[in-house]
């Protein structure tokens, strides 16, 4: 039987979700609280597990030795790192990689030591669940769901799917300077973060499929700050809930 583990790093990012969830429970354990119930029909574990890389490792274990969960899905909001990724737009990762692991010499930039590995693979069907899941919302409900006034906002128009590399690392990229490095080790870079690889490294240890789904919320420069706050604020929430729930159905 599936039991969906669903991870955000902050309220804001998992507010469209719990409101739907049928015969709610709020399990705390380790300093958070996971909420077990049917999200559209799925059984699923709703948790927030705040922000950076070890919060998000030790929600992932948890959910996973504690709650039992057979996969693991994590949305939320990046930062764009490509000219072609704007804001609005929705990233679902292939790989991912954390930027700020830097063994070297003792291992290569990137490796994770002893795993031989520098970057971890999304699950491939939960990956493609989640690409038709959110191409749907884009196409169909993102007009109606999205009011005038947020859209001109963020200057929100025909926002896009991208599938690719996701970085990870316990940093806010908000300077065309720390981006443009990155960029320059990583050129497929699509988006930054600071929890995916975490996750992805847990659950390639235990054997459990994941998926990472991001929404656009800045383009890691310098007005990086001001623009997630206000999307964290203002759609993130509306990108979750449909995202979520098309992917439930699926
Ligand atoms: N999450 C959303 N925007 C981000 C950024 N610019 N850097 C790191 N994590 C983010």
Known sequence: DIRLGIISALPEEQAGLIEHMQHAQSIPRGMRDFITGK???????CVVSRIGKVAAAATATTLIERFNVTHIVFTGVAGGADGDVRVGDIVVANGLL????????????????LTGLSWFAADLS???????AAQQFLL?????EINDADRAEFKLKTPRLHCGLIAS???????????SSLKQHLPALLAVE????????????????????RTISDDANGDAAINFTRFIEQVARCYARNILRRFCAS
């Open 39 to 45: 999200l559209w029909g799925v059984s699923s574990v």
């Open 126 to 132: 939960l990956t493609t669940q989640l690409k038709h």
């Open 98 to 113: 954390q930027h700020d692991m830097d063994a070297s010499p003792l291992f290569p930039r990137f490796e994770v030591p």
């Open 140 to 144: 169909q409900d993102f007009m109606q």
């Open 194 to 213: 600071m929890e995916g690889a975490a996750v992805a490294q847990v659950c390639h240890e235990f054997g459990v499929p994941f998926a990472v789904v």
């Open 169 to 179: 690392g316990d940093e806010f990229i908000d300077c065309d300077i720390k981006l």
